[in-house]
């Protein structure tokens, strides 16, 4: 999958669904959208061979793609000063 920063801060994704190429966090029966946490502020993007990270331009990190990418087990790690 694929994954871009617009010049307005959104994100674009393409690609295999099961590897980021929608916006869906997940673990085994576990799966969330967080395309509504994409739409502004991101600065930049880290990827995996199957998830993907975005750093806002907040401080905070927004994690989505193939199992495991849920990060709810340090969510409150990733709110600020990242």
Not at 6 to 17: A, L, Q, R
Request: charged share 10%; proline share 4%.
């Amino acid at each position: 999958a694929f994954a871009a920063v617009k010049t307005d801060g959104s994100v674009v994704t393409w690609g295999s669904p099961g590897l980021g190429g929608v916006q869906e966090a997940s673990a085994p029966g576990y799966k969330v959208s967080v395309a509504h946490l994409l739409t502004s502020g991101v600065a930049t993007i880290a990827s995996t061979q199957t998830a993907f990270a975005a750093v806002k331009t907040d401080g905070s990190v927004v994690t989505w793609g193939g199992s495991p990418s849920d990060s709810r087990s340090v969510a409150h790690l990733l709110t600020s000063g990242v």
